[in-house]
């Protein structure tokens, strides 16, 4: 947005310059938005700078995922979704509806899973066997409670995790055994797998994502 993007995630503590919020609750890691992306209502999207409403890391802009509220009639989806080449399996679905008969009580509970077993192919004897890999889950539950015309209290928890591989990296357009130059100087990248991105290989040892967080509001 505005030409600024979401750089800097490699690392740890690195954050974005367009702020994204999950119904208001900005998320630090931006890879939790993929799991968040369940029952929607909408997707907000400003474009920056928007730090006096939505604080640091909005330079850019900010993404605002809205979710679907309790209904006040029973409603029930389900959604399942499959591929092969590579291997993939998401589910979603949701259940909403009034909880006490006065219907002044309501809730929702979405769940949605993603599993995605990755285009790349490693090369290496140890590591994952696929990067570009996906294996996300997000549970979300809300109570809303209508006492009056003028009162609205809503209470949102929601869960995300996610435990995959990770990206995979290629190196392009620096012939092997040359040094590599940095901002912090040339570093030696002799003997280093640049991989194939057009075969989609690439040989890593290791590689691993285990990001989690909840939120409550």
Do not use: C
């Not at 979405?110 to 990755?118: A, L, P, R, T």
């Not at 290496?124 to 109570?143: E, F, K």
């Amino acid at each position: 947005i505005r030409g600024i993007g979401n750089g800097n995630l490699t690392q740890s503590g690195g954050e974005p310059g367009v702020a994204i919020s999950s119904d208001g609750v900005y998320l630090g890691q931006t890879a939790l938005a993929l799991t968040s992306l369940l029952d929607l209502n909408r997707v907000e999207i400003l474009r920056g700078p928007q730090g006096t409403l939505f604080g640091r890391n909005a330079t850019g802009g900010a993404v605002n995922l809205i979710p679907n509220l309790p209904t006040e009639h029973t409603a029930v989806g389900i959604e399942v979704t499959a591929g092969v080449d590579p291997t993939t399996v998401r589910t979603a679905g949701y259940l909403s509806g009034p909880i006490t008969s006065d219907g002044k009580l309501l809730g929702r509970v979405s769940v949605v899973q993603n599993y995605n077993q990755g285009f790349t192919r490693n090369l290496a004897s140890t590591g994952p066997r696929h990067l570009d890999s996906l294996n996300n889950i997000a549970v979300r539950a809300q109570l809303q409670w209508l006492p009056s015309d003028d009162l609205d209290m809503r209470l949102l928890v929601e869960h995300q995790k996610i435990d995959d591989s990770g990206v995979a990296t290629f190196m392009i357009g620096t012939p092997s055994g040359l040094l590599q130059p940095t901002p912090f100087g040339p570093i030696p990248i002799v003997g280093a797998d640049f991989g194939d991105p057009v075969a989609r290989e690439q040989g890593v040892t290791d590689g691993q994502r285990d990001i989690s967080a909840t939120t409550v509001n």
